[in-house]
């Protein structure tokens, strides 16, 4: 099956601080990837479309210039959060789709302090 | 508005039996769906698709039932282990072709299977 990975699996940082997450797909590669956002309890929400070669796609509600996505090859997108506020915090899941079926990585645990 | 709908946020079943997981959806342009399993911590893992074209897909222990008329579709596990306890999210997109499309979850089911 795809694989897909993302680094950093955790991460703390302080607030007002811009913290990087990669996200990889290891056996394919994906023009498009996709990055979420899970609160406790909650479904996946959907932030934004990565477009290789081009800019991201946001969903409503979602501040392009608070998380940056930089698609820059086929198997590699990172997001980054800037200026991380304890609101922020959350966990972070990328997907790519190498047919029908999105595969996700095993996400990455943000938390502001 | 919530357009995929898990009505039952948890479920706990005897292992050996059936589990079923359903799902509702409202928006008629959906034309593929997908459950994922997912561990706490963990990213989700692709179980099972069905295309709208299709009223039934099985693999394994998973089968998947479409009923279109209805908006529903339900994931069937049987039998069930307790190495299948997780919250099971059933998504669905518009535009099934391509590798670039949206998914929409649900909210989720957490599934118990009991020993």
């Known amino acids: 099956g795809a694989v897909v990975s993302q680094h950093p699996s955790w991460v703390i940082c302080k607030s007002g601080t811009s913290v990087k997450i990669e996200c990889r797909s290891l056996d394919f590669q994906a023009t498009t990837m996709f990055w979420y956002r899970q609160f406790p309890k909650q479904s996946l929400m959907l932030m934004a479309t990565s477009n290789e070669g081009s800019k991201a796609t946001y969903e409503q509600g979602v501040e392009k210039d608070k998380f940056l996505i930089n698609h820059a090859s086929l198997t590699l997108s990172t997001l980054t959060v800037t200026s991380a506020h304890p609101e922020d915090s959350s966990f972070y899941i990328c997907?790519?789709?190498?047919?029908?079926?999105?595969?996700f990585g095993p996400g990455t645990r943000l938390t502001v302090t | 508005d919530q357009q995929v709908k898990q009505n039952s946020p948890s479920l706990s079943v005897q292992e050996g039996r059936i589990s079923i997981l359903n799902c509702d959806y409202t928006?008629?342009?959906?034309?593929?769906f997908l459950w994922y399993k997912k561990y706490p911590a963990e990213g989700p893992t692709f179980l099972i698709s069905?295309?709208?074209?299709?009223d039934k897909n099985e693999d394994g222990r998973f089968t998947v039932f479409l009923n279109k008329s209805a908006k529903h579709l339900s994931l069937h596990i049987v039998p069930s282990q307790p190495g299948d306890s997780a919250v099971y999210f059933c998504a669905a997109s518009v535009n099934s072709g391509g590798s670039n499309y949206k998914l929409t979850f649900g909210k989720g089911t957490l599934l118990t299977v009991n020993p």
């Open positions: 928006n008629s342009m959906f034309d593929y």
């Open positions: 997907s790519a789709s190498p047919r029908n079926e999105q595969y």
């Open positions: 069905i295309s709208s074209i299709k």
